[in-house]
C-alpha cells in the first residue's frame, strides 16, 4: 500500500469521517466509534498519534486493525508513530521516544520491543503521509500551501505546531483537516481553510470524531464519555 492516498467517491455516497489525535485513548474511540457507526463503503480517516501518553496505546492499534475490516480505513502517520518507527530502526533514538510518552506505551507492550507484534509494526509501516479527497486534504500536523502534496516537507507533515506556522489555503483551493496542535479547551479549531481536530484527549479534552462532508462533530473523553 502506497503512503499517498486519494479516498474517492462512490455512487452512493459514503461518509468521509475524520479521527483526531487518539494518544491511546481506547475508550474514547470506542465510544466514538459507537457513535459515528462506520459503514463498508464509508472512509475513516485517523490523523495519526495513535500511541504514548494515553492508557492503552496497543488496544488503540488492535481496534483499528479490526476497523480495516469494517471500512475504507485510511490511516496517516502520525510524528509519535514515526518516533517508535525509527527508535526499532537506531537505538540512538529510543530515549528521545520514550521520553515523549513511548515509556508507557513500552511498558503496555510487556517493556521490550520484541513483545510488540509484527502486525503492529506493519499497520505504522503502511500508515500514510496524506490522504486527498475531491474537497479535502488530510494531514497529520501542517503543510506549506505552495508546495505540492508530493513535495511536502516532512517537518510540516509531522512535527510543525500551527502555533509556530498557520499556513494560508493550499495551493490546491481545498480545505485542510488536521491534528497534532492540541487545543487545550477540547474545542475544534475552525479557520476556514484549515480545521484542527486534536482536541486535547490525553492531557483532559476530547477525542473528535469529525463527519467532513456534513461538517457535524462527535466528541468523547478518555474515559469514553460523549460530550454533550
Not at 513483545?115 to 500536523?141: G, N, Q, S
Request: charged share 25%; hydrophobic share 35%.
Amino acid at each position: 500500500m502506497s503512503n499517498t492516498g486519494t479516498a474517492k467517491q462512490g455512487n452512493d455516497e459514503p461518509r468521509i469521517l475524520a479521527i483526531g489525535d487518539i494518544h491511546g485513548c481506547l475508550k474514547a474511540l470506542d465510544a466514538l466509534l459507537e457513535s459515528l457507526n462506520p459503514q463498508p463503503h464509508d472512509f475513516v480517516i485517523t490523523l495519526g498519534d495513535y500511541i504514548d501518553r494515553g492508557a492503552d496505546s496497543p488496544g488503540v492499534i488492535e481496534r483499528l486493525l479490526d476497523l480495516e475490516s469494517k471500512c475504507h480505513l485510511e490511516p496517516l502517520l502520525g510524528n509519535h508513530e514515526l518516533m517508535l518507527l525509527t527508535a526499532l530502526e537506531e537505538p540512538s533514538q529510543i530515549d528521545a521516544w520514550l521520553r515523549c510518552g513511548g515509556h508507557e506505551t513500552l511498558m503496555k507492550y510487556g517493556g521490550s520491543f520484541q513483545k510488540i507484534p509484527e502486525r503492529h509494526i506493519d499497520f505504522l509501516k503502511r500508515c500514510r503521509h496524506y490522504v486527498e479527497t475531491p474537497k479535502h486534504l488530510f494531514f497529520h500536523a501542517n503543510y506549506v500551501a505552495d508546495a505540492p502534496l508530493e513535495q511536502q516537507p516532512a517537518y510540516s507533515l509531522y512535527w510543525e505546531d500551527l502555533h509556530i506556522h498557520l499556513p494560508r489555503r493550499h495551493v490546491s483551493g481545498k480545505t485542510a483537516i488536521v491534528g497534532h496542535t492540541p487545543q487545550q479547551e477540547g474545542n475544534v479549531l475552525d479557520l476556514g481553510h484549515i480545521i484542527c481536530i486534536d482536541t486535547n484527549c490525553y492531557g483532559g479534552g476530547y477525542l473528535t470524531g469529525m463527519d467532513v462532508l456534513a461538517g457535524k462533530y462527535w466528541q468523547a473523553d478518555p474515559e469514553g464519555r460523549l460530550r454533550k
